[in-house]
């Protein structure tokens, strides 16, 4: 505030400052100053300038303390209303969600139409969308493992039910002393035959359902596949030839060393060159090749039989699938080409009917192992 005179007051001394008493809460300080008019005369100015006293701030701070109150409130007030306005956007928002997911309990596919969606939700219901694919491939999967097992003890009981009844029947009749006595040796072998047969399939049932076991793991050793390969043609040639099956091999002089069960990798052998003796003929003859390529063992075990049914041709590895789809032919139990593709998975490799084969052969099986 500055304050005017007309006339120089001489008693003022220039740019002195005075204080003066506290007005309503303030204390000041007068600074007096002399300027000169334009007409030559002497002026002073006295400004007056306040400065804050204890009971100025008291007074400052209770003023700025129910400002901030007020503050607070209506701060506290504004987050509730968009705290409020979110919950309800986001619930409007999610409808389409809650419904997809009470449609689904419901057994019906909800639509995730992206028309219904907000954009901020796209990469939410795209996620869903996924889930619930994953969801129901994987229950078609398991509807399709049930109903292997119904299938698999179906078969199972039927192949049993086969031999024992031929074995109880022809011990029944052997008992009540009907059978002739020429005939009895006939009688016992058909008796052993099937009883075979019935160990046979119980020893492969038993071995499936071992690997089908999800803490089932091989017992993996450094192995020299070709040597392994080589002495199973070995003890097996002289029973081969008994039979009236030749045998061409074609493995190569050097190691071929990887880990492997050599017990599961023998059972494959035998279950693939078994099956070429029991659904040929006499005079085949099964092709054995070993081969490296790319990084891989490539085995082939083929014949040129008669070949396999097209029919089965996309079957051969499901269980309980036979060359002539009989259950009654007693042709071996239907697990063996199921129970290699098991044994060459768990070994990390491939098995498949090659289709069609190569110039020579009528079956060809490859097994591929990295």
């Known amino acids: 505030v500055k304050f005017y005179t007309d006339n120089y007051a001489n008693d003022i001394t220039e740019n002195s400052i005075y204080v003066g008493q506290p007005t309503y809460g303030y204390d000041s300080f007068v600074i007096i100053e002399t300027y000169t008019t334009t007409d030559g005369e002497k002026r002073l ?198 039979q009236g099956f030749s045998l061409e091999v074609q493995i190569p002089e050097h190691a071929c060393e990887r880990m492997m069960d050599p017990g599961l990798i023998r059972r494959v052998l035998e279950n693939l060159v078994g099956n070429s003796v029991k659904h040929n003929m006499p005079g085949t003859t099964i092709f054995f090749n070993v081969k490296e390529s790319d990084g891989h063992i490539i085995t082939d075990i083929a014949d040129n039989g008669k070949g396999i049914s097209p029919d089965i041709a996309d079957h051969i590895f499901e269980p309980f699938v036979k060359g002539d789809q009989s259950r009654t032919s007693g042709q071996g139990s239907g697990l063996g080409m199921s129970a290699a593709k098991k044994i060459v998975e768990l070994h990390k490799g491939t098995i498949a009917l090659k289709n069609p084969p190569d110039d020579g052969y009528k079956t060809q099986i490859r097994i591929t192992f990295p």
């Open 45 to 242: 100015c006295a400004e007056v300038i306040p400065y804050l006293t204890d009971v100025y701030i008291s007074i400052a701070r209770e003023k700025a303390g129910w400002i901030t109150a007020g503050g607070v409130f209506a701060g506290a007030l504004w987050i509730f209303l968009m705290a409020m306005l979110i919950a309800w956007y986001i619930r409007r928002s999610l409808k389409p969600v809650n419904e997809a997911i009470r449609n689904y309990q419901s057994g019906v596919r909800p639509d995730l139409s992206s028309r219904r969606i907000p954009g901020e939700f796209q990469g939410l219901m795209e996620n869903l969308s996924s889930m619930l694919d994953r969801v129901e491939n994987a229950r078609e999967q398991q509807k399709k493992a049930e109903e292997d097992r119904i299938k698999m003890v179906a078969d199972l009981s039927h192949d049993l039910k086969t031999p024992l009844t031929v074995i109880s029947g022809y011990t029944g009749a052997i008992l009540d002393g009907v059978v002739k006595e020429e005939d009895l040796d006939s009688y016992l072998g058909i008796i052993h035959q099937k009883a075979l047969y019935t160990a046979e399939l119980v020893d492969e049932l038993f071995s499936y359902s071992k690997m089908e076991h999800p803490d089932f793991t091989p017992n993996l050793e450094q192995t020299d596949y070709c040597e392994l390969c080589r002495e199973y043609l070995a003890e097996k040639y002289f029973e081969l030839e008994l």
